[in-house]
């Protein structure tokens, strides 16, 4: 299994648009522009959504396909992702099949939105044995307890792990703390040591969560689907910038004096 970058570009998500921020990729020409820049200023990989004509999210498999050839051609070295995010319109089943008609190097998978409908137990076995490399995404302890669950009972595979633990949520004024990261990555360890993880951060607060982030041994998403503004409160002008912000950060045992 591919080790998830240290710096993954979020550029768009599944609800914005360019009424919230004009460089926010829409098109497949847009966000392979964006990952471009973003991969110059640092990311080593994509998390893609993509977007239909009206430019509302869809889990659709040629337009990931369209997606994927072009960061081939364009940008081949750097990772890319897609997503089964439900969105409030997909079935477990539908982002299922989503994942089995791509066949992705990576895709990001809900714990919670997976299991919605009962235990899976053949998908993530499937996915194993074809290559792709499953980033489980986690919203809390509750969603720990399950991915420990599923694993218990044998339907999610035992060896690496994925996983991103998300921060926040999709509300105004959103303060995300950083000091919340700390017990749920301990859980995390517990139930899968040596875990590969990231996290990421809804709001303004992203930054300080995401250096957090390091100085837990983690990983960290970055970019305009959780936070529009830099560490100092401006807008930041693009997805690039914020990932270079990122980029600059280090541990604190990395930091001399």
């Known amino acids: 299994m591919t080790a998830l970058p240290r710096i993954m570009v979020a550029p768009n998500g599944a ?20 990952a471009q820049a973003c991969w110059e200023a640092g990311a080593g ?5 993509v977007r239909d004509a009206s430019g509302a999210h869809v889990l659709d498999a040629g337009l990931y396909r369209e997606l994927l050839a072009e960061m081939t051609r364009s ?41 919605a409908d009962g235990p899976v137990p053949d998908f993530y076995h499937w996915a194993r044995e074809a290559g792709i490399a499953v980033q489980h995404i986690l919203y809390g302890a509750d969603d720990i307890a399950l991915l420990a669950d599923e694993r218990t009972a044998g339907r999610i595979p035992d ?4 996983a991103l633990i998300v921060l926040g949520r999709y509300t105004t004024g959103q303060y995300s703390d950083p000091e919340t990261l700390v017990p ?28 957090r ?45």
């Open 184 to 211: 749920l990555v301990a859980q995390l360890q517990t139930v899968a040591p040596g875990a590969d993880w990231a996290a990421c951060a809804f709001g303004q607060t992203e930054t300080a969560c995401l250096r």
């Open 45 to 49: 990989g994509l998390h893609a959504h």
């Open 15 to 34: 609800r914005r648009t360019k009424a919230d921020h004009p460089q926010l990729p829409m098109t497949v020409e847009d966000t392979v522009a964006t």
């Open 159 to 162: 060896g690496p792990l994925q």
């Open 213 to 257: 982030a390091f100085d837990l041994g983690g990983k960290a998403r970055v970019g305009f689907e959780n936070n529009l503004h830099s560490a100092a409160g401006t807008l930041a002008p693009d997805n690039a910038a914020r990932v270079a912000e990122i980029a600059a950060l280090r541990p604190k045992t990395d930091v001399q004096g």
């Open 75 to 115: 940008c081949p070295d750097m990772q890319v992702q897609i997503t089964t995010e439900a969105v409030g319109r997909y079935t477990p089943h539908e982002q299922r099949q989503l994942v089995r008609d791509v066949v992705p190097s990576a895709v990001s998978v809900s714990i919670r939105e997976m299991l």
